[in-house]
Structures are given as C-alpha cells and as structure tokens.
C-alpha cells in the first residue's frame, strides 16, 4: 500500500512509534474488563481502594442484552489488572448478583500522558495512539475525535501547500496543545493527588464531595469532557484543602 501521509489511529498499540522517532506514553495504567449474566441492576459503581484498584478505580457497570440483565466490571490500576478484577468479582458483595462464572478479561494498556511526539515526515498520531486520554479518568473518545478534527485540519493545509515535511506537521501538535495541554497538566497533577491519599484519606475526599458545598461548585464548574475548572474549583475549596495539603507535602 501506498499513501502520501499515515495517521496512526492504532489505539493502545506502539508498534509503529519506535521506527518514527515518536516515543512511548510517558506514564501507562492497565485495564481489565469482561462482561457476565448477572441479577438486575439499574445503578453504576465505583469502587476505590489501594486493595481494590491501585492508582485507579474498578467499575460495575449493568447493561441488557435483549431480555438478559449483564454486568460489565473493570478495572484501571497500576499492576496486574487481571488479578484485581478477579478479587473484584470474588468479593461477596459482587460474586452473589454473578449469575455465570468469570471468564478471562480483555486486558489493554491505558496511556494516562501523550508520547514524546505526535509527528513525523509524513506521519501523525491521534487519539490513543498519541496518548490523548484524560489523566483522572483515562476517558479517550473526546481526545480522539478532538485531536482528529485538528489532524484533518493541519494535513488538509498540508497537502495544499505541498509540503509535508514534520516541520509543517508540527502545527497539529501545536494545536492539540493549545487546546488539551492545560486540561492534561491539572489532570496529571489531580491524579498524583488523589494516589498519595491514603484509604482513609480518600474515604474523606469522597465524603467531601457530597457535601452541599462542593456539590454546588461542581455543578457551577463541572464540564463532562473539560476537567481543569472543577479541579481548580475544588482545590480552591476550604473543605478540600486540609486533603490536598496532606497529599502534596507526603
């Protein structure tokens, strides 16, 4: 096959990078995720805990498939995700809506910072494959489509100029800088945050965020795919600082 210009749209998979100068992801978690019968349920889980999930979170997530009530459990952590899930799903709490036995999980990487670079003669990368995600949740769709937006736009200029040499190229990473960059540091630094707290710390912070003061800043601050506002907003938050000190100054 033949082409002008490749976009790398691989998702978790860096085979390629290495061969374009572009880097691996500076900092990586790892997913595990299956989906099983289980009893009805109608409401999402988050589980959190250094013994539950690492440096992540495990969810339960129920879904239907025509008349069959399922669950889709998971788990983003630091370590072995396998291992996780399956203590997950041993615990009494979960292991009696099962209605199957576990199989064995999908399992991915999951980039929580971009690569080194996201160009290259010829050569761009998106979404995943650039490492596009956002650093608290690991949430990609948004990045992907945002960064792919800004790498039709930036080749569409390229390919009318004649010149697609990654010194022009380097104007998409301008530009997903500009607009993601800020949004990645605070995330970046709210992940650091939240991993230094220990269980009983986190257990605060979670409580904290059901007071009505915080409630009200999130609803006056929160946007789904935009994270850098409430995160400021809440470290600004007199109830929240005394957590945030102990984390930073561990």
């Not at 390629?16 to 990586?28: D, E, K, N, Q, T």
């Not at 289980?38 to 025509?66: C, K, M, N, S, Y």
């Not at 399956?86 to 709490?93: G, K, Y």
Request: hydrophobic letters at 45%; a positive charge.
């Amino acid at each position: 096959m033949r082409g002008r210009a490749v976009v790398l749209a691989t998702g978790v998979s860096y085979r390629f990078h290495r061969s374009y100068g572009l880097g691996m992801p500076a900092a990586v978690l790892h997913t595990a995720q299956l989906e099983l019968d289980a009893q009805p349920a109608t409401a999402l889980e988050i589980h959190i805990g250094r013994r539950v999930a690492p440096d992540g979170f495990a969810w339960i997530v129920p879904v239907r498939r025509g008349d069959r009530a399922r669950m889709k459990a998971g788990v983003l952590v630091r370590g072995d995700a396998r291992h996780h899930l399956q203590r997950l799903l041993e615990s009494p709490a979960i292991a009696a809506r099962l209605c199957e036995a576990p199989r064995e999980p999908i399992r991915r990487l999951m980039p929580v910072a971009p690569v080194r670079r996201t160009y290259a003669n010829r050569v761009l990368a998106i979404g995943d494959a650039a490492g596009l995600t956002k650093p608290v949740t690991a949430g990609g769709i948004f990045y992907s489509l945002l960064s792919s937006e800004l790498a039709a736009d930036t080749l569409v200029e390229a390919f009318a100029a004649g010149d697609l040499s990654a010194r022009r190229l380097s104007r998409y990473e301008t530009r997903w800088r500009q607009r993601l960059l800020p949004e990645i540091r605070s995330g970046r630094w709210f992940r650091r945050l939240l991993v230094n707290l220990t269980d009983a710390e986190l257990g605060a912070f979670v409580q904290a965020l059901g007071s009505d003061d915080v409630r009200a800043i999130i609803d006056r601050s929160a946007r789904f795919n935009w994270h850098r506002n409430v995160i400021l907003a809440l470290a600004r938050q007199s109830g929240m600082k005394s957590i945030i000190l102990r984390s930073l100054f561990r």
